[in-house]
């Protein structure tokens, strides 16, 4: 069962920008350490930024609140799998909001899709409940 769907779309040279003026400032705000590990190992990191950004937004718009209701940036981390595979960790209030909308015997199941042709990137995320076993 859907519990929420949110998609965001970014142009990368807007965070190019943020980090010019901005620099740790925005990067401490918004990112974990380990997205930051991620990105600054990439040859393009605002790249890497913008996709991560892209991500949290369309994660906060699945959970229904966006950044309010005690859901913050760094409450969201994309993670990826030993696959390879993207998907989100919740932590804090994103992780407590997450928790009311996943039904009794439940689990949430949390898939999330990025992509880029630049200037642009975009994400997708689907928020499910699947039977918990």
């Known amino acids: 069962m ?3 769907i949110g998609s965001d779309i970014i142009d990368m040279r807007r965070i ?4 010019a003026r901005f620099g740790d400032r ?7 350490v380990e997205e930051r590990r991620k990105a600054e190992s990439r040859a393009h990191p605002a790249a890497t930024y913008a996709k991560r950004f892209a991500a949290k937004e369309a994660c906060a718009k699945a959970l229904g609140t966006g950044f309010r ?3 913050f940036w760094r409450d969201l981390a994309v993670v990826n799998l030993p696959s390879g595979k993207p ?3 919740l932590s804090n209030g994103a992780l407590r909001r997450l928790a009311t909308l996943v039904p009794a015997g439940m689990r949430a199941q949390i898939d999330l899709t990025i992509t880029d042709e630049p200037p642009t990137a975009q994400a997708i995320v689907i928020i499910s409940a699947v039977p918990d076993r």
């Open 2 to 4: 859907i519990l929420g």
């Open 16 to 19: 190019e920008r943020t980090l």
């Open 26 to 32: 925005f990067v401490d705000r918004v990112f974990t």
């Open 69 to 71: 209701a005690s859901v």
């Open 87 to 89: 998907t989100m960790k």
